[in-house]
């Protein structure tokens, strides 16, 4: 699979929301799809993210909190995008099945 990682920037519209939950892991992601993943933190805890280009929707960012006790990995899409968008551009870009999501943003 060639998914096109970049450099995470910040979203257009200046906001982010979590649009899915992946059933994997980061370590899981990064032996699927060839993507390194970063630590950081913020004010909540520590954190890993890879972020890549998704040509309709522009940025997705990938993201595990480090004392997170939920199993899999938060997508992250523009404020701006919907919730359909999003899905469908990950869907896309990482050629995942139904089962591969395990819970989906409710509608907005």
């Known amino acids: 699979m060639n998914v096109k990682q970049m450099a995470p920037r910040?979203?257009?519209?200046?906001d982010s929301y979590t649009v899915a939950m992946l059933k994997y892991e980061p370590e899981e992601i990064s032996a699927l799809y060839h993507l390194q993943f970063q630590e950081d933190r913020d004010d909540l805890d520590y954190f890993?993210?890879?972020a890549f280009?998704?040509?309709q929707i522009g940025q997705v960012l990938?993201?595990?909190?480090k004392n997170d006790q939920v199993n899999g990995t938060e997508v992250?899409?523009?404020?701006?995008?919907s919730v359909a968008a999003g899905l469908q551009?990950?869907?896309?870009?990482?050629?995942?099945?139904?089962?591969?999501i395990i819970w989906v943003c409710?509608?907005?």
Request: a positive charge.
């Open 10 to 14: 910040r979203f257009p519209s200046g």
């Open 48 to 50: 890993v993210f890879a």
């Open 53 to 55: 280009e998704n040509p």
């Open 62 to 65: 990938l993201l595990k909190y």
């Open 76 to 81: 992250l899409v523009d404020s701006k995008v």
């Open 89 to 100: 551009a990950i869907q896309s870009t990482l050629n995942l099945k139904p089962d591969d």
């Open 106 to 108: 409710p509608q907005r």
